[in-house]
C-alpha cells in the first residue's frame, strides 16, 4: 500500500470525517514542499505566494487550450493545452497549473493569454515586463535548461544541434561554443551551452532533445541556479558595487576599479 493510501487510512481510522478534509488538504500542502519541481507558467509568484494566490479556477489551462497557435489544422479544434492542473495522487498540489515541457513545453505565446487570464495575479504580468512597460514573454523564468554532458551526444563530439535550433531565443539564450577536440585531433565538438540570463525554461529544447530521455532539462530556478553569496562582490561591475552601497550590512574597503583589479589579478603570486 502506498504511504499516501497509509496515510488515507490511517487518517480515517483515527478522526472524524469533518477533520479528515483538512488534514488531507494540508497533506497534499506538504507533497508540494517534498516536490520543488514543479514548473509554473510564466508570470509565476515565487512558489510559496504562487501557492497563497492561486485559487486554482483553470482559467490559465483554458487560455493556453485556446490560444491561436494552438487550432490542430486537421480538425479545426484546439490541441492539448501545455498548462495542465494537477489532479489528486501526484505530486503538485491538487489544483494547481503547471507543465512538463518533455511531453507540452511553453511555446512563448507573444500575447502572453495564460498570465493575462489569470484573476488573482498568481501569474504576475508585471513580472513580464519590459523597459517600456510592455509586456513581454522573453521576460519570463518558468525556469533554467541544465545539460547534463555525459548524455548530451553533442559531447561525444557526434554533431547535434536539435535543442539550439529550437530554442526561441537562439543565440541568446542557447549558443553553440567551438571546441578542438583532442581525442580525434581533426575534428570540432559544437557544444550547447545556457545562458541563465536569458533562458526563460520554456523547454522547447527539452523536448526537442534527441537523447532517449533528454539530455537538457528544465528545472526550477530554486533548484537550477547556485548563490556565490553577498560577500563575493564584483569590483568590475557598477551594478555590484551599487548593490554593496545600498546594503546596510555590507561594507567594502577598497573601491575597485577595472584597473587596479587587473593590476591585482596580475601582481598576486598564484
Ligand atoms: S505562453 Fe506558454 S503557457 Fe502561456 S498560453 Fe502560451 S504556450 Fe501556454
Ligand atoms: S488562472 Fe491564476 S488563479 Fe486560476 S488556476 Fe491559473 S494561476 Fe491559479
Ligand atoms: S528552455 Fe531551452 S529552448 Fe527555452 S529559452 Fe531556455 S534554452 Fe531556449
Not at 490541441?79 to 507543465?99: C, M, R, S, W
Amino acid at each position: 500500500m502506498s504511504s499516501r493510501r497509509d496515510f488515507i487510512a490511517t487518517s480515517f481510522q483515527s478522526v472524524g470525517l469533518a477533520t479528515v478534509g483538512s488534514l488531507l488538504w494540508a497533506g497534499y500542502g506538504d507533497l508540494t514542499k517534498k516536490s520543488p519541481l514543479v514548473l509554473r507558467p510564466p508570470g509565476a509568484l515565487n512558489e510559496k505566494d504562487f501557492l497563497s494566490a492561486c485559487i486554482k479556477c483553470d482559467l490559465c489551462s483554458i487560455a493556453c487550450k485556446n490560444r491561436d497557435t494552438n487550432i490542430d489544422l486537421k480538425t479545426g479544434l484546439s490541441k492539448e493545452p501545455t498548462i495542465k492542473v494537477a489532479k489528486a495522487g501526484g505530486n503538485t498540489l491538487i489544483g494547481t497549473p503547471y507543465f512538463t515541457p518533455r511531453d507540452i513545453p511553453c511555446y512563448m505565446c507573444e500575447d502572453i493569454p495564460c498570465a493575462k487570464a489569470c484573476p488573482s495575479g498568481a501569474l504576475d504580468m508585471k513580472t513580464l515586463l519590459d523597459k517600456n512597460n510592455k509586456a513581454n514573454i522573453n521576460n519570463s523564468s518558468m525556469g533554467l535548461a541544465v545539460i547534463h554532458k555525459e548524455s548530451c551526444i553533442a559531447f561525444w563530439g557526434i554533431q547535434c544541434d536539435a535543442c539550439y535550433r529550437v530554442c526561441p531565443l537562439m543565440d541568446d539564450a542557447l549558443t553553440l561554443e567551438y571546441k578542438r577536440n583532442k581525442r580525434t585531433g581533426k575534428h570540432s565538438y559544437l557544444l550547447p551551452v545556457v545562458n541563465s540570463n536569458s533562458c526563460t525554461g520554456c523547454g522547447l529544447c527539452e523536448q526537442a532533445c534527441i537523447s532517449e530521455k533528454s539530455a537538457i532539462v528544465v528545472l526550477p530556478d530554486k533548484i537550477s541556479k547556485g548563490r556565490a553569496g553577498d560577500h563575493y562582490v564584483k569590483g568590475w561591475d557598477e551594478k555590484d558595487q551599487q548593490r554593496v552601497k545600498n546594503s546596510k550590512g555590507l561594507t567594502t574597503k577598497t573601491k575597485h576599479t577595472k584597473e587596479n583589479i587587473t593590476n591585482y589579478l596580475n601582481e598576486s603570486s598564484f
